[in-house]
C-alpha cells in the first residue's frame, strides 16, 4: 500500500493497523479534488477487502463513489458480490475510472453515471439509468457532500449556503424518492451523516446543519418504510482522510494536524468504514433500522 510504505509518514507504536498518522503534509486541491492526487493516498481497500458474498446478487447505487468513503463502499459492495452504479462530478473522471475497473475486477457489473445532483431532474435520471442498467435496484448509499469552510457567518454566501444544502440534503431527498419506486422488500438506504451533526465546529455553520438534517431523515424515513420492509441507516464518520477535507472543507493548518484529537490518534482510512455500510446493507442485519453508526477513533461522540 502506498500510505504504508510511504517514508514520509512514520507509524506509531500502538497503530497496529499501520496506517499513517499526523503530521500530514499541505496539499490544496481545487474542488471536487482526486483522491489519487492526495499524499499519502488514502486506502480506499484496493488491496485489502476480502468479501465473503454477503450482498450476492444485489443492485447498488452510490453517490460520490469516485474517491473516499463513496469509493472503499462501491470496492466492498462488488467483492461482496453486489453489481454497482457510481455517481459523482465529471471532474472527478480520473477518479471515477479506476473505480470503474476495480468493480469489474470483481466480476461484477459497473456503472458511472456522472452529473451535479443539485440538480432535481438529473437527480431522477440517475436513479432511472443506474436501475435500467443493473436490472433494478435494492441498495441506495446516499453519501455525496459538500463540505467548504467558513470562518464567519457574515461571510457565508446563500450561494454557497445553498449549494451545501441541495448537495447534501435536497439531492438525498430528490434521489430517494426516486429510488423508492424501484425498491421492494428487503431493499436498504444507507445515508452519510458526520460526527458533526452531533459536535458542530464553529467553522462549518452550513455543513453540520446538513448532517444533522441527515440524521433526523434517517430516523424519520425509517418509521415511514418499516412496514414496507424498506430499511434506512446512516452511518457518522469522524475524521476520515479523504479529498473532502484537501479541497475547503478544513484550512490547510488543520489538515497537518488532520484525526490527531482521535484517541486512535490519527484519521481513519476509506477502508475502515466500508465493513460498516457492508453490515448495514446486507439481509444478515434485519432488524437494524432508524440508527445512526459512528466510526470516529473512539471520540464516543454519537
Ligand atoms: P470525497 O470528496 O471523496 O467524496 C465526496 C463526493 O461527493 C465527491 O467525490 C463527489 O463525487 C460528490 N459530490 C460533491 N458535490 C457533488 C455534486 N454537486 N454532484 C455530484 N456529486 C457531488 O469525500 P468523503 O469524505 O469520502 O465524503 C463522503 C461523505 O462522507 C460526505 O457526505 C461527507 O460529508 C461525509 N463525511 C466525511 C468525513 C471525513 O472526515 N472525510 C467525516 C464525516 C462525514
Ligand atoms: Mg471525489
Redesign the pocket.
Known amino acids: 500500500m502506498d500510505s504504508i510504505n510511504n517514508p514520509k509518514h512514520t507509524t506509531n507504536q500502538t497503530n497496529t493497523e499501520n496506517y499513517p498518522v499526523p503530521p500530514f503534509p499541505h496539499q490544496k486541491q481545487p474542488f ?4 489519487g492526487k492526495m499524499e499519502p493516498r488514502p486506502d480506499h481497500g484496493e488491496k485489502s477487502y476480502q468479501g465473503s458474498g454477503r450482498l450476492n446478487g444485489r443492485k447498488a447505487l452510490i453517490t ?1 463513489g ?3 468513503i463513496g469509493r472503499a463502499v462501491a470496492i466492498a459492495f462488488a467483492r461482496e458480490g453486489a453489481d454497482v452504479a457510481i455517481n ?2 465529471p471532474a ?1 473522471e480520473e ?1 471515477a475510472r479506476e473505480v470503474i475497473a476495480l468493480i469489474k475486477e470483481a466480476g461484477r457489473k459497473a456503472v458511472a453515471i456522472p452529473g451535479d445532483i443539485r440538480d432535481e431532474t438529473f437527480c431522477q435520471q440517475l436513479v432511472e439509468q443506474a436501475s435500467e442498467a443493473l436490472g433494478g435496484l435494492d441498495l441506495l448509499v446516499n453519501n455525496a457532500g459538500r463540505q467548504q469552510f467558513c470562518e464567519s457567518i457574515e461571510d457565508l454566501t446563500t450561494e454557497a449556503f445553498d449549494a451545501t444544502f441541495k448537495t447534501n440534503v435536497y439531492a438525498m431527498f430528490w434521489i430517494t424518492k426516486a429510488a423508492l419506486k424501484k425498491m421492494s422488500r428487503g431493499a436498504a438506504i444507507i445515508n452519510t451523516t458526520s460526527v458533526q451533526a452531533y459536535e458542530p465546529s464553529e467553522i462549518l455553520l452550513d455543513y453540520a446543519q446538513t448532517k444533522a438534517a441527515i440524521a433526523t431523515f434517517t430516523k424519520s424515513l425509517a418509521k415511514q418504510l418499516g412496514p414496507k420492509g424498506i430499511r434506512v441507516n446512516a452511518v457518522a464518520p469522524g475524521p476520515y482522510w479523504t ?1 473532502l477535507q484537501c479541497c475547503g472543507g478544513q484550512p490547510q493548518e488543520k489538515i497537518e494536524q488532520f484525526g490527531a484529537s482521535a484517541p486512535l490518534g490519527r484519521p481513519g482510512q476509506p477502508a475502515e468504514i466500508a465493513p460498516l455500510y457492508v453490515t448495514l446493507a446486507s439481509s444478515e442485519n434485519s432488524y437494524a433500522s432508524g440508527q445512526v453508526w459512528c466510526s470516529d477513533g473512539g471520540t464516543g461522540t454519537v
Open positions: 471536487p479534488g482526486l483522491a460520490g469516485d474517491s473516499g459523482y462530478l472527478e477518479d479529498v
